[in-house]
């Protein structure tokens, strides 16, 4: 015999409902109850009271849980499966009605690294929220490389190269480039650095990257390449603390030029090897290809491109 369909009591659907079997559908779909109430924007007991609610009206268990794994019924999963087809078209529906708006509306989250959110988003994510009033964006900042498909993110900011496969994505900087910097002070008691070899005789501020690796340094000149697994004191994992300790004369830091240009503007900061400073791929924004695009996403990659095509 094949598996019952679990049958709402009534065929109208209140609001409650519908809430219900879209919570259900984000815990079968990512497994988790955490994840699935991060991407629901609710707790995770408002979320299992959701579907002990729903699991209550229908007279059916819809999954199995233990301490450590949620798994699907029979039931569950056939359930998930004709969920999964009706809520594509109703997400599909409301994107079409959206098209006949004036303005986007609806709910982004975008995952972004650090220098993303710092020469990005802190310059030109206010003049979007102005023009689209009827969006709310949710931005998460972190480093790591973060599934942004089952996190529940809409999109996600990282530097070219760096691009999950199967997504879409879109350049929305230009050519970024890459520096070593130390304060002045550091740099007069110090011996000279004419080579990127020469950065092995120094106290280099490490980075360790979003991978969970200590990055090596890239340098470029002439089209000749040099690649330098720096030493040092100190080790970091984001860009702004490495700069402050750059500035503390703790060491010579590696970062974006633009994420220091007012730093060496101002004479506190200065580059080291600039003849050897790479031009690597822009920052991109990218996003699930099989997925309607969210209201809201076109608009926000439109503007970034534009104000960023200046750098």
Not at 13 to 42: Q, T, W, Y
Not at 95 to 114: K, M, W
Not at 193 to 214: A, F, S, Y
């Amino acid at each position: 015999m094949g598996t019952t369909m679990p049958v709402l009591p009534t065929t109208k659907l209140s609001r409650a409902d519908l809430a219900d079997l879209n919570s259900f559908l984000a815990v079968e779909s990512h497994r988790s109850f955490s994840k699935a109430a991060v991407e629901l924007g609710i707790t995770t007991s408002a979320l299992s009271h959701s579907i002990r609610n729903l699991e209550n009206r229908l007279g059916v268990r819809l999954l199995n849980r233990t301490s450590r794994t949620v798994s699907a019924t029979d039931a569950g999963a056939a359930l998930a499966k004709r969920l999964a087809v009706g809520f594509q078209e109703i997400g599909g529906a409301l994107a079409e009605v959206n098209q006949h708006r004036d303005r986007p509306a609806g709910r982004l989250r975008i995952n972004v690294l650090r220098d993303g959110a710092d020469l990005l988003f802190t310059r030109w994510l206010p003049k979007y929220l102005e023009a689209y009033p009827d969006v709310s964006v949710e931005v998460a900042v972190d480093d790591r490389m973060v599934d942004v498909l089952a996190a529940g993110f809409d999109a996600g900011i990282r530097y070219g190269g760096t691009i999950p496969e199967d997504f879409i994505a879109v350049p929305i900087s230009s050519r970024l480039r890459w520096v070593a910097a130390a304060s002045p002070r550091y740099l007069n008691r110090t011996s000279p650095i004419v080579v990127p070899e020469d950065l092995k005789n120094h106290n280099c501020i490490q980075i360790r990257t979003g991978q969970g690796v200590i990055y090596r340094w890239d340098f470029e000149k002439g089209g000749e390449h040099r690649t330098v697994e720096v030493p040092g004191q100190l080790c970091v994992n984001e860009t702004e603390f490495g700069i402050q300790m750059a500035l503390a004369d703790r060491g010579i830091t590696y970062c974006l030029e633009e994420r220091i240009a007012d730093e060496l503007r101002r004479g506190l900061l200065q580059v080291v090897l600039p003849d050897w400073a790479p031009i690597e791929p822009p920052f991109y924004i990218y996003y699930p290809g099989r997925r309607q695009m969210p209201p809201g996403l076109r608009e926000l990659i439109d503007l970034l491109r534009t104000e960023s095509s200046s750098w």
